[in-house]
T-cell receptor, first 111, second 113 residues
Framework: GDSVTQMEGPVTLSEEAFLTINCTYT??????LFWYVQYPGEGLQLLLK???ADDKGSNKGFEATYRKETTSFHLEKGSVQVSDSAVYFC??????????WGAGTKLIIKP | NAGVTQTPKFQVLKTGQSMTLQCAQD?????MSWYRQDPGMGLRLIHY???????DQGEVPNGYNVSRSTTEDFPLRLLSAAPSQTSVYFC????????????FGSGTRLTVV
């Protein structure tokens, strides 16, 4: 079945560092791909999405490109801030509109 | 624009008690889902609904019941709470014809003692 694998955390970076959180997927067809973010004590918010190969989703300085050839959707940000500290989830939407989730990656940004 | 509203935000139950977690959305979304979130395990689908009167089981349905009598509401019932059901529960909805992904509620943190 469909699955999502993302890098284990926590990932600890200093402020203004470059961020990459890896996400790969296994799926039949061409699923839509998502990154969700969960700030401490809060629910999940959609961060960005891509619906077809080579699409680039972007929001709040974060970017991710849908790579069909490597089945990847890595999350990147050029300069992280303390306020980016959160848990980040990669997910795909299957043909039944259900989300298949990665386990989440906790990001800690130190000032 | 309330989005997806979950109540209560926090609940403590004794083993064997029953309760209903409420979920309501005001976006006229067809699809609604319930997830539980446990440390290190991401989110797991409990039950979902593709429209009023239609529900189906997800990955971890045991111990939970749902119904969908209206488009807006999708309550989750715990019939006899167990400590293994201690978790954070999220309700979410989506309009499959839209292009914005799922909208999530703020969650219910449930502790079963």
């Amino acid at each position: 079945g469909d699955s999502v694998t993302q890098m284990e955390g926590p990932v600890t970076l200093s402020e203004e560092a470059f961020l990459t959180i890896n996400c790969t997927y296994t799926a039949t067809g061409y699923p839509s791909l998502f990154w969700y973010v969960q700030y401490p004590g809060e629910g999940l918010q959609l961060l960005l999405k891509a619906t077809k190969a080579d699409d680039k989703g972007s929001n709040k300085g974060f970017e991710a490109t849908y790579r069909k050839e490597t089945t990847s959707f890595h999350l990147e940000k050029g300069s992280v801030q303390v306020s980016d500290s959160a848990v980040y989830f990669c997910a795909l939407m299957d043909s039944n509109y259900q989300l298949i989730w990665g386990a989440g990656t906790k990001l800690i940004i130190k000032p | 624009n309330a989005g997806v509203t979950q109540t209560p935000k926090f609940q403590v139950l004794k083993t064997g008690q029953s309760m209903t977690l409420q979920c309501a959305q005001d976006m006229n979304h067809e699809y609604m889902s319930w997830y539980r979130q446990d440390p290190g395990m991401g989110l797991r689908l409990i039950h979902y609904s593709v429209g009023a009167g239609i529900t189906d089981q997800g990955e971890v349905p045991n111990g939970y019941n749902v119904s969908r009598s209206t488009t807006e509401d999708f309550p989750l019932r715990l019939l006899s709470a167990a400590p293994s059901q201690t978790s954070v529960y999220f309700c979410a909805s989506i309009n499959p014809g839209g292009n914005y992904g799922y909208t999530f509620g703020s969650g219910t943190r449930l502790t079963v003692v």
